[in-house]
């Protein structure tokens, strides 16, 4: 037989519980929020389009890169380029891109810190092309240098 003495321990029990696991879906809500969906950052980049394709096994993205303008690496006389690959949010977005490949483009772009398969494979996710307008290939001649001095 129960008394009222060896009921409230167990009350107490549950109610620790109930508010324990209340806290604990709370804060696995607020990080995959916060991991997934909260925009750490946005901006725009510019380079020449490489490619746009659409791939995905269960979940069709549009994934990109764009190749930007190279600067001096820590090699004497070597050129790097920076890469970035990017998702696209929204399929028009991604028909435009498809068809201005070569081109140099700037897109406006948001940051997570975690990608999502129905979202694309990269975290920075394009929603926006800001300009674009045909790659210049150069007329073939060499850059004139300046003549350095003789000492």
């Given amino acids: 037989m129960e008394t009222a003495g ?3 321990p167990r009350r107490w029990w549950r109610k620790f519980k109930i508010v324990f696991l209340s806290v604990l879906v709370a804060a696995l809500v607020v990080f995959v929020w916060i991991r ?5 950052g946005e901006g725009v980049k510019t380079g020449q389009l490489n490619f746009v394709v659409r791939k995905g096994i269960v979940f ?7 190749i930007q303008t190279g600067f001096w690496s820590a090699k004497a006389g070597a050129v790097q380029s920076n890469e970035f690959n ?3 949010a929204d399929k ?3 028909e435009q891109l498809m068809n201005a490949g070569g081109q140099v483009v ?10 999502l398969p129905w979202r694309g494979y990269s975290r920075y996710v394009v929603d926006k092309i ?4 045909p790659a210049d290939m150069g ?3 060499p850059p004139v240098l300046p003549e350095v001095p003789a000492e």
């Fill in 6 to 8: 060896n009921k409230r």
């Fill in 36 to 40: 997934f969906y909260f925009p750490y």
């Fill in 60 to 66: 069709k993205t549009y994934e990109g890169k764009l």
């Fill in 86 to 88: 990017f998702s696209i």
């Fill in 92 to 94: 028009e977005i991604a």
């Fill in 106 to 115: 700037e897109l406006h772009y948001t940051e997570y810190f975690g990608a």
């Fill in 130 to 133: 800001v300009n674009m307008k």
């Fill in 139 to 141: 007329s073939g001649i």
